[in-house]
């Protein structure tokens, strides 16, 4: 194991620094004081070369328009071929300012008004609104759960392209179970969507943050097949913590895809790089390797450490251990509480605030999830203060 020269333990004061965890808590939960791991944010500092990236970035003073070069390029196809022996040709590749854009785009681009769009629930959320918002209609193939465990229903499947979903969803790996899909998985997902002639979008921003023993399989990376038929949405802002820098790309090597892609993305101005994105893309993809390794020791520590406290103070509840992402999704269906009852048990009670699990589907109804993401004395609070909720 590499020397760990990174402090994670460092507890940073977010607060009053235009958060979106930090500093809405008493607008959301009703109190200032009610400590945040919900949304997915980290709360360490990216790795110290992408700081200074950006810092000398700021520095210059003239915030003009961006353009790229090659070494952005590089930077991201090289990373895909270290990390994920993934081949991406530099014509694949889209700038996109987000994810959550790129697939309401898609969803308005590849599918039919009023016709139904796939997804697995529970899944992030915006996956529901992107869906609805674009006047489409959610075809739900709900996740089977057994034993703590996410599995896809390849039959319930196989229903929804026989009833004409032409569009699928896939979250990859996927938010909030934490399961991080296996090669024989995504192969039977995408030899239905073949045979069905579906477009799979497939969003792969938790693709870094992978635990031992798990490796990601990029969809498009299968066969030419699978690369044909869908996008894979793409970014660092997960992996690097850069979530409120705007960008993402989109990949497909389908000529046809990428151009109605390109032509909307042009049509809604979205096109251009903000001014940020290519420094934070190369110094995170070409100097941040060493310090995610680091991170995800960190945060596999901090899931060992909220497997055990839960266990030994809340046996009660079933934390699922997660493959992938800093999530961890704990069942809390045995207290038997509606999402009112376990906002009450967070935010009144506890003075601490995880994500109600419904809001990512009906099938999240009575469980909560918890962001690992933060230095152990924090998630130490918040375990105990959800305990004392209990007391
Ligand atoms: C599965 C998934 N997709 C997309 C996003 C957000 O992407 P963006 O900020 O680029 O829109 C998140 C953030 O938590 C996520 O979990």
């Not at 993809?285 to 995610?292: A, D, I, K, M, V």
Request: glycine share 6%.
């Amino acid at each position: 194991m590499s020397e760990k020269t990174f402090d994670f333990d460092k507890v940073i004061d977010r607060r009053g620094t235009y958060s979106y965890k930090w500093d809405q808590s008493e607008k959301l939960f009703g109190d200032k004081d009610i400590l945040p791991l919900w949304v997915a944010d980290m709360d360490f500092s990216s790795p110290p070369a992408v700081a200074e990236a950006i810092a000398k970035r700021a520095a210059q003073g003239i915030y003009g328009y961006t353009v790229k070069t090659a070494a952005y390029t590089d930077a991201i196809t090289g990373w895909f071929k270290r990390r994920h022996q993934w081949e991406i040709s530099p014509e694949w590749l889209t700038d996109s300012p987000g994810i959550v854009p790129s697939l309401s785009i898609a969803v308005d681009l590849f599918s039919e008004p009023g016709s139904k769009v796939i997804l697995q629930s529970p899944v992030y959320y915006p996956f529901y609104d992107v869906i609805r918002m674009n006047g489409r209609q959610v075809a739900d193939n709900a996740l089977l759960l057994n034993d703590s465990y996410y599995t896809m229903d390849l039959g319930h499947l196989e229903e929804l392209m026989q009833d004409g979903a032409k569009l699928l969803l896939l979250c990859n790996p996927h938010n909030p179970g934490g399961r991080v899909w296996k090669r024989e998985e995504l192969v039977s997902v995408g030899e239905l969507c073949q045979k069905y002639n579906v477009t799979v979008v497939s969003d792969e921003i938790h693709c870094d943050l992978i635990h031992k023993g798990h490796q990601h399989i990029p969809f498009a990376s299968i066969s030419d097949e699978f690369a044909q038929m869908s996008l894979t949405c793409l970014a660092p802002t997960k992996t690097f913590n850069l979530p409120g820098i705007p960008v993402s790309f989109v990949v497909t090597p389908n000529a046809r895809l990428k151009k109605k892609f390109d032509f909307k993305l042009k049509t809604l101005s979205l096109h251009m790089l903000n001014f940020f994105a290519p420094v934070a893309v190369e110094a995170s993809y070409n100097q941040g390797e060493e310090w995610l390794e680091q991170m995800l020791d960190y945060v596999g520590d901090n899931a060992d450490y909220a497997l055990s406290y839960l266990s030994e103070h809340l046996p009660q509840l079933q934390a699922m251990r997660p493959e992938g992402t800093y999530l961890l999704w704990v069942d809390c269906r045995k207290l038997n509480l509606d999402a009112a009852g376990i906002k009450a048990l967070m935010y009144e009670k506890g003075k601490v605030a995880f994500n109600e699990g419904s809001i990512f589907g009906a099938g999240g109804q009575g469980f909560v999830r918890i962001n690992l993401a933060c230095p152990r004395s924090i998630l130490q609070e918040a375990l105990e203060r959800f305990h004392r909720g209990f007391l």
